[in-house]
């Protein structure tokens, strides 16, 4: 099966910082998707990404999909972005069915 | 719009006994909705898609008979968790699929299960 792999497993920030996420996938896919899991384990949808560049407030995303990979980049950090960043893909016959990557932990500090 | 509610978001309960985990879209009708385990510090694995008026679709490894699924209606799937265990605890997640050109999902805010 494909395989979805996030980097970095972990990320500190101090609030204003500007970070970028990797998400790399190991077969071609037909969805992707990225979510922000907040500490109560909702899961948030940030941005459904299957190729190209997309923007929203401080957040965009980026999807190459012909070199297999998707970076999130978070600018200006806020205490309230800290949590668990999962990108998510739908490859083979079945695109409805999402496979997780392994995530990135994050944390903002004041 | 797209929102997903679950019910109930926490379960404790003894072992042996059934649980049953309700995942409604509020304002989209879903004809397909996924349900998904999480483990503490880990990421989500999918058990099964949930298909309106059809037999759920089940993942590998995991036991149809004990995660039965219904999906009533184009609002609704229910998972029961049957003769639960402690091994069974976890964080169940559900989402629904958004009709439409795109496979976009959407999550519930998940059920929390602890089984003595």
């Known amino acids: 099966g494909i395989q979805v792999e996030q980097s970095p497993p972990d990320l500190i920030l101090q609030e204003g910082a500007n970070s970028t996420l990797r998400c790399n996938f190991s077969?071609?896919?037909?969805?992707l998707q990225w979510f922000h899991q907040n500490p109560w384990g909702q899961l948030i949808n940030l941005f459904y990404?299957?190729?190209g560049t997309k923007q929203n407030g401080r957040l965009s995303a980026t999807t190459v999909a012909t070199e297999r990979y998707s970076l999130l980049y978070i600018s200006s950090s806020q205490t309230t972005d800290s949590g668990v960043y999962f990108c998510?893909?739908?490859?083979?016959?079945?695109?409805?069915?999402?496979?997780f990557g392994t995530g990135t932990r994050l944390q903002v500090f004041p | 719009g797209a929102v997903v509610s679950q019910h109930p978001s926490r379960v404790i309960c003894k072992s042996g006994t059934s649980v049953k985990i309700e995942c409604r879209s509020l304002d989209f009708q879903a004809t397909t909705m996924f349900w998904y385990r999480q483990f503490p510090k880990q990421s989500l694995m999918l058990m099964a898609t949930?298909?309106?008026?059809?037999?759920?679709?089940?993942e590998q490894g995991v036991e149809k008979d004990k995660f039965l699924i219904n999906h009533a209606s184009l609002t609704l799937s229910t998972l029961t968790v049957t003769s639960a265990h402690p091994e069974d605890s976890s964080f169940y997640i559900c989402s629904a699929r958004l009709q439409g050109p795109y496979n976009e999902q959407f999550f519930g805010p998940g059920t929390r299960l602890t089984v003595l």
């Open positions: 998510a893909v739908g490859w083979g016959y079945n695109t409805d069915k999402l496979i």
């Open positions: 949930s298909n309106e008026g059809s037999k759920a679709t089940y």
């Open positions: 077969d071609s896919v037909n969805n």
């Open positions: 990404i299957p190729s």
